[in-house]
């Protein structure tokens, strides 16, 4: 059982304790809240846990060979409830642990080690790495095949032209390889600025 059912359950014994303006058995606790999903034990185990915290909220009397028999409420019961009861007490605990973790989280600085392993191991980075790759094997494929079909056009199909004509087909393919570079070399570009813009986001 959380401490927060708990804190609730402590509060509702002390208001029922109010509504009465007698002594009640712990059994008539047990059947009211927790019968049958728990046992009378874990309600006798609450009610000590509420005289520990301040024995003068429940006026307890033992007998039938039990230290917790009968119970009602006492002068300050209703003053532990107006100011906030059990819940108060618990929501304010869990606000200062909110409170202290969230400083120490502010407060710790990571170290170069720490910093390295959490580039490595970012998702985001991961993904600018693999993107990356891939705009780069795309523009070498992609120069390589140019590359291949202007030597081919060249080398291994050679046609009996004359000299100028020659000269002019030299020239186009200067400056259709020239092109292929500027076209590349944008291509990367565009890469590297899509990667900046991931890294940005």
Not at 53 to 79: C, H
Not at 88 to 103: A, C, L, P, R, T
Not at 137 to 152: D, R
């Amino acid at each position: 059982m959380s401490e927060f059912f708990k804190a609730e359950l402590k509060d509702r014994f002390l208001e029922y304790a109010l509504e009465r303006r007698d002594y009640f058995e712990t059994q008539t606790l047990y059947d009211e809240f927790l019968r049958p999903n728990y046992s009378l034990e874990f309600t006798e185990r609450l009610i000590k846990e509420i005289r520990d915290y301040d024995s003068n909220l429940l006026d307890i009397m033992s007998g039938n060979g039990v230290e917790i028999f009968m119970m009602a409420s006492t002068p300050n019961t209703q003053d532990f409830l107006n100011e906030g009861g059990f819940m108060d007490m618990y929501v304010k605990e869990e606000e200062k642990w909110d409170s202290f973790f969230n400083q120490l989280s502010n407060n710790h600085k990571l170290s170069k080690d720490e910093k390295k392993l959490l580039k490595e191991n970012s998702p985001g980075l991961r993904r600018e790495r693999r993107l990356l790759v891939v705009l780069i094997i795309a523009i070498v494929v992609s120069f390589l095949f140019t590359l291949y079909s202007l030597l081919k056009e060249a080398l291994f199909e050679p046609e009996y032209v004359p000299a100028d004509e020659f000269d002019r087909k030299i020239e186009r393919m200067r400056s259709e390889y020239m092109q292929e570079n500027q076209r590349l070399a944008k291509e990367l570009e565009a890469a590297k600025e899509a990667i900046d813009s991931l890294r940005q986001d």
